[in-house]
T-cell receptor
Framework: LAKTTQPISMDSYEGQEVNITCSHN???????ITWYQQFPSQGPRFIIQ???TKVTNEVASLFIPADRKSSTLSLPRVSLSDTAVYYC???????????FGQGTELSVKP | DTAVSQTPKYLVTQMGNDKSIKCEQN?????MYWYKQDSKKFLKIMFS???????INETVPNRFSPKSPDKAHLNLHINSLELGDSAVYFC??????????????FGAGSRLTVL
């Protein structure tokens, strides 16, 4: 079973900021929160990973509160090309199984 | 340069046939995986190999047999195909990190349709 829970779908408009929240109440001490993005007819692609507090890269930001029971992926100013499925995973450090949940299907409209 | 390449991209076959999907990675990674994605978009891990050694073998029918001739290749052979085997199969690879969890690089997928 996936260790994470996230909304099945979200809608947004171009130029908006999108925040996708993921719950992982039973996250293990050595798990890292990792997000993947999957476009139709493609394999998932790594977006961002963090352990606690905030991580930012050129694509997104990841906010993880101190208790680590949830996390939020933030996509600034989305465009139509951000329409995809976003997967949140709690990944064990240094290997182990990566278990994907159902993901959040984000639809960005003009 | 394609990092993780799978062939074929599309495969349509009859029930009962045997088929193979090939995967190659040029990233120098030491671990490779096979995932199955069904029509509901769930991605389920099937197998994982580390340096040609099987390390993860989920509850998969033994009609599915992975083979890793070297650490850059992980092929998937499926015997006696069934309708329920229709799915998209993704190959992935990863490298052990100094810190953090492994990051997977996925191939583009191989869509298998069993008629």
């Amino acid at each position: 079973l996936a260790k994470t829970t996230q909304p099945i779908s979200m809608d947004s408009y171009e130029g908006q900021e999108v925040n996708i929240t993921c719950s992982h109440n039973n996250i293990a001490t050595n798990d890292y929160i990792t997000w993947y993005q999957q476009f139709p007819s493609q394999g998932p692609r790594f977006i961002i990973q963090g352990y606690k507090t905030k991580v930012t890269n050129e694509v997104a930001s990841l906010f993880i509160p101190a208790d680590r029971k949830s996390s939020t992926l933030s996509l600034p100013r989305v465009s139509l090309s951000d329409t995809a499925v976003y997967y949140c995973l709690a990944c064990p450090e240094q290997g182990g199984k990566l278990i994907f949940g159902q993901g959040t299907e984000l639809s960005v409209k003009p | 340069d394609t990092a993780v390449s799978q062939t074929p991209k599309y495969l349509v076959t009859q029930m009962g046939n045997d088929k193979s999907i090939k995967c190659e990675q040029n990233l120098g990674h030491d671990t490779m995986y096979w995932y199955k994605q069904d029509s509901k978009k769930f991605l389920k891990i099937m197998f994982s190999y580390n340096n040609k050694e099987l390390i993860i073998n989920e509850t998969v029918p033994n009609r599915f047999s992975p083979k890793s001739p070297d650490k850059a290749h992980l092929n998937l052979h499926i015997n006696s195909l069934e309708l329920g085997d229709s799915a998209v199969y993704f190959c992935a690879s990863s490298q052990r990190q100094d810190s953090g969890a492994n990051v997977l690089t996925f191939g583009a997928g191989s869509r298998l349709t069993v008629l």
